[in-house]
């Protein structure tokens, strides 16, 4: 198990809510988009495919983003309705595809570029310093932890 950005919440709103850096949501997006991949390459390898399937793993991976999204939006005093904006672009970009099979390569294309610049632009915003409606700030660096079980 890996655990990013060790905190403890002392309010109900740091219970309710968290703040992210712009560290740790850069290492959780790529970990989502690695292990995702990982996951992709794993089912295509053992010949599971089919619509059910990609929208399975389209739905969790859009989760996963739309969490450590959040947390960022969080960071920079914003509510959670900015998740919106991401999602609204994936979902668009995926039905898209999913809808229109002969769609040219520049809209495939634009609707990842366009999906890609919402995520990474929270990245290069700097959160709120010290405490803001969502809690206390988050600590500056990253603390990833992998815990096993031995024995």
């Known amino acids: 198990m890996i655990l990013?950005?060790?905190r403890t919440a002392v309010t109900?709103?740091?219970?309710?809510?968290r703040r992210t850096?712009?560290?740790?949501?850069?290492?959780?997006v790529l970990l989502i988009f690695a292990v995702s991949l990982a996951v992709e390459f794993a089912l295509d390898r053992l010949g599971v495919a089919g619509l059910w399937v990609d929208l399975?793993?389209?739905?969790?991976l859009l989760f996963l983003v739309a969490r450590a999204f959040a947390g960022?939006?969080?960071?920079?005093?914003r509510t959670d309705y900015w998740t919106i904006i991401p999602l609204l672009i994936f979902a668009g970009g995926?039905?898209?595809?999913?809808?229109w099979a002969?769609?040219?390569l520049a809209i495939e294309i634009a609707s990842h570029l366009a999906w890609s610049v919402?995520?990474?632009?929270?990245?290069?915003?700097?959160?709120?310093?010290g405490e803001n409606r969502f809690g206390a700030a988050p600590e500056d660096a990253i603390e990833l932890k992998v815990i096993t079980n031995v024995g």
């Open 4 to 6: 990013l950005g060790h």
């Open 12 to 17: 109900e709103v740091e219970r309710r809510h």
């Open 21 to 28: 850096n712009r560290r740790t949501y850069v290492v959780e």
């Open 56 to 60: 399975l793993l389209a739905s969790l």
């Open 72 to 77: 960022r939006t969080h960071d920079l005093g």
């Open 94 to 99: 995926w039905l898209t595809s999913f809808f």
């Open 102 to 104: 002969d769609a040219p």
């Open 118 to 129: 919402a995520l990474v632009s929270v990245a290069f915003v700097k959160g709120n310093e």
